[in-house]
């Protein structure tokens, strides 16, 4: 995969984990295009641990990045998009553009036996995005 995807051109798809070091309340994270530098380390700002990607972990975020590519690529189409919710009394139409920002996203994956949620935060490339 390139690193000059069409993403990495000043966007902003920051992803941040828990530190693993035990008794550490650092949260390490890294711009989720880095992933694509054969020597990517992202390192806790606390204790200053480094962890690297092994190759299973980097394909999943690899693919991430390619989603988010697709998502950023349909912002034309997801901007005129609704997400319909039926409540008592009718729907409430939520604009699919503002799901994205506003969900919370995670990637629970498991490293070391142990579940770790990676927070993926994504910002809109174009600011009609909110129209």
Known sequence: MSSQSSISA????????????E???????FNLTQIAQNDFQAVCPVC???????????DKLE??????????????ILGDS???VNV????VRVPYALLLTRLNTLITLNLNGKQVDFH??????SPETFR
């Open 10 to 21: 000043g966007a902003k798809a920051k992803i941040d984990f828990c530190c693993l070091q």
């Open 23 to 29: 008794g550490c309340s650092g949260v390490v994270d």
């Open 48 to 58: 200053h641990r480094a962890y690297t990607l092994d190759p299973v972990l980097r």
């Open 63 to 76: 693919r991430m990045m390619k989603l988010i590519e697709a998502i950023r690529n349909s912002e034309d």
């Open 82 to 84: 609704v997400v319909s």
């Open 88 to 91: 008592a009394g009718g729907e």
């Open 120 to 125: 993926l935060w994504v910002e809109p490339s």
